[in-house]
């Protein structure tokens, strides 16, 4: 027969362990399902979550897993790979939930945390030093590498907001143009940058100088070299958003991609599912993720409770 579940949280992340604590100490029996794909695993620490400075994020995954076994949530490594939406939700009604390892569940209620890939741009060696030298966010590892040289990879304008931002942490900043040429700069780009004391370098980057297993350089299309210990770079994000696409939900563009329209829970536009982490939003950091799932799991204890009280009315 086919499992039944009051709630299947679809991604293992901050937020998706964060909605299943709230909903197991909620007494709701929840299934995670988790693909095992973390957005921040390439690095070696995350920083800013208060209590939590510094931990390595595999640890705080495995802590969060033991946290939620305490309170009986299930969790099974394994991808959702269809979501099939009953007729009547709001009347208690389910979602057929079908993963790749040929298990199918029911659930009343859905909570999608599957977060975002990041796609590096086409340099050799960008990819295998990224979360270590090769960084995109200052308030993620600025003050590890404070005072360092820093380089900026160039991939669009608003890459110059990157170059602005990360000088807060360096006075030795360069700005490489890579794939952005000079005159698509504007005058207040410029002036900016000539006040923020970073340096502009024409040419396409072809490469990174690497000695001892450390960023030394950044190597330019001329065949020239400059001395960096750190490069940041703006990846292109693609939202995870195929399950919310199946479902029907309302998506809105962004300039980093399309999300999920969502109410201050998390609730979509489809009845019974919400979504939180990565999954609403490019910028959503671990700390940001936790709270919205622990937002969508309160929300969906009372929508349950509700729609339970007003169908024992009838």
């Not at 991604?11 to 909620?26: D, E, Q, T, Y």
């Not at 109410?263 to 919400?274: F, I, S």
Request: charged share 25%; aromatic share 6%.
């Amino acid at each position: 027969m086919t499992e039944k579940y009051a709630v299947v949280v679809v991604g293992g992340g901050a937020a998706g362990l964060s909605a299943a604590l709230v909903l197991g100490r909620a007494r709701q029996r929840t299934l995670v399902v988790d693909a095992g794909e973390p957005r921040n695993a390439p690095a070696a620490h995350m920083q800013g979550f208060l209590t939590r400075d510094g931990m390595p994020p595999a640890e705080f995954l495995a802590v969060g897993r033991e946290e939620i076994a305490r309170y009986g949530v299930e969790l099974v490594r394994d991808r959702v790979v269809e979501v099939e939406r009953g007729h009547a939700v709001e009347r208690g009604e389910d979602f057929a939930v079908v993963l790749a390892g040929g298990r199918t569940v029911r659930a009343r209620r859905l909570v999608v945390a599957t977060g975002l890939k990041d796609e590096l741009p086409a340099v050799p060696g960008l990819a295998e030093r990224f979360g270590r030298d090769v960084l995109h966010c200052p308030f993620c590892h600025g003050w590890e590498v404070r005072d360092q040289p820093f380089g900026v990879l160039g991939t669009s304008p608003k890459s110059v907001h990157q170059a602005l931002m990360v000088s807060q942490w360096s006075k030795d900043v360069r700005f490489f143009l890579h794939s952005v040429a000079e005159e698509e700069l504007s005058d207040d780009d410029l002036r900016r940058l000539a006040a923020a004391g970073v340096d502009v370098v024409p040419g396409e980057v072809t490469g990174l100088v690497v000695e001892d297993d450390r960023l030394t350089g950044v190597r330019l299309a001329d065949g020239t070299t400059h001395a960096r210990s750190v490069l940041f770079v703006a990846p292109h994000a693609v939202p995870q958003t195929g399950l919310l696409e199946q479902l029907g939900a309302e998506l809105r563009e962004t300039p980093f991609g399309a999300y999920p329209v969502i109410d201050p829970t998390g609730l979509t536009t489809v009845p019974g599912v919400w979504a939180a982490g990565n999954a609403i939003g490019f910028a959503e950091q671990v700390v940001h993720a936790a709270s919205g799932g622990y937002r969508a799991a309160s929300a969906i204890v009372g929508d349950l409770l509700m729609t339970d009280l007003d169908a024992a009315r009838v």
